[in-house]
C-alpha cells in the first residue's frame, strides 16, 4: 500500500534552517512528480512546492520561492525540502503528497504531515 | 487571501444535498483542471475528485464535481454526520506558475 512519511520537523528560530524528509513506499516512486502542502494551525491550506517525477524540473509558491529548496533521491524513494531563512509565519503542518495525473496538482496520497514551528 | 475563493461554511440537514462553490479566474480554473479535498480534523486532507468531476476508488458517487468557465463545484448528495469536515478546492495556476487552493469551506451537517 502507499505511504508516505515526513520527518524532520521540529523547532526551530526565525532565520534558522530546516530540512524535511518524505519517505515513500508501496509505489514506484520515480514515476509520479510529488508536492510539498503546509497549513499553519487553524488556516488553510497553502500549497508550496512540487518536483517533476525525474527532479528535471521545480515550482515554488512565491511566499518560499529563494528560501525553500525541493530534491528528490529516486534511488531512496526519497523526497526532501530545505528550509532556508526562516519566518515565523512559516510555522505550520508540512505535508508531502502524491502526484496522480501530471496534471496537478491532483494529490491522491498524504502523509500524515510533520510540523515546523518557528520561534525565538 | 486565497487565489481561489470558497464560501467560509455550508450546512444542511442529513439527507440534503449541499454545494460548494470555488470561484477563481482564466489563469486557474479557467484553463487548468481542479481537484477536491476533503479534511476531517486532525487528519490529512484526501483526494475527493480530480480532473474537475473523476472519483478516485472508494470515493462514493455522492461526491460530484463539475466546472465552468472560471468556477467549480463539488455537489454532495445524501449528507451524512461523517461528511462534516473541511472542503478545499485546487488547481494550478498558469500565471504564478504555481499550486493554488481555495481557503476550505467548513461543512456542517445539522
Known amino acids: 500500500q502507499v505511504q508516505l512519511v515526513e520527518s524532520g520537523g521540529g523547532v526551530v528560530q526565525p532565520g534558522r534552517s530546516l530540512r524535511l524528509s518524505c519517505s515513500a513506499s508501496?509505489?514506484?516512486?520515480?514515476?509520479?512528480?510529488m508536492h510539498w502542502v503546509r497549513q499553519a494551525p487553524g488556516k488553510g491550506l497553502e500549497w508550496v512546492a512540487v518536483?517533476?517525477?525525474?527532479?528535471?524540473?521545480?515550482k515554488f509558491a512565491d511566499s518560499v520561492k529563494g528560501r525553500f529548496t525541493i530534491s528528490r533521491d529516486n534511488s531512496k524513494n526519497t523526497m526532501f525540502l530545505q528550509l532556508n531563512r526562516l519566518r515565523v509565519e512559516d510555522t505550520a503542518i508540512y505535508y508531502c503528497?502524491?502526484?496522480?495525473?501530471?496534471?496537478?496538482?491532483?494529490?491522491?496520497?498524504w502523509g500524515q504531515g510533520t510540523l515546523v514551528t518557528v520561534s525565538s | 487571501q486565497s487565489v481561489l475563493t470558497q464560501p467560509p461554511s455550508v450546512s444542511a440537514a442529513p439527507g440534503q444535498k449541499v454545494t460548494i462553490s470555488c470561484s477563481g479566474s482564466s489563469s486557474n480554473i479557467g484553463n487548468n483542471y481542479v481537484s477536491w479535498y476533503q479534511q476531517l480534523p486532525g487528519t490529512a486532507p484526501k483526494l475527493l475528485l480530480y480532473d474537475n468531476y473523476k472519483r478516485p476508488s472508494g470515493i462514493p458517487d455522492r461526491f460530484s464535481g463539475s466546472k465552468s468557465g472560471t468556477s467549480a463545484t463539488l455537489d454532495i448528495t445524501g449528507l451524512q454526520t461523517g461528511d462534516e469536515a473541511d472542503y478545499y478546492c485546487g488547481t494550478w495556476d498558469s500565471s504564478l506558475n504555481a499550486g493554488v487552493f481555495g481557503g476550505g469551506t467548513k461543512l456542517t451537517v445539522l
Open positions: 518536483i517533476w517525477y525525474d527532479g528535471s524540473d521545480k
Open positions: 503528497a502524491r502526484e496522480e495525473t501530471g496534471m496537478g496538482p491532483s494529490l491522491g496520497y
Open positions: 508501496g509505489f514506484i516512486f520515480g514515476s509520479h512528480g
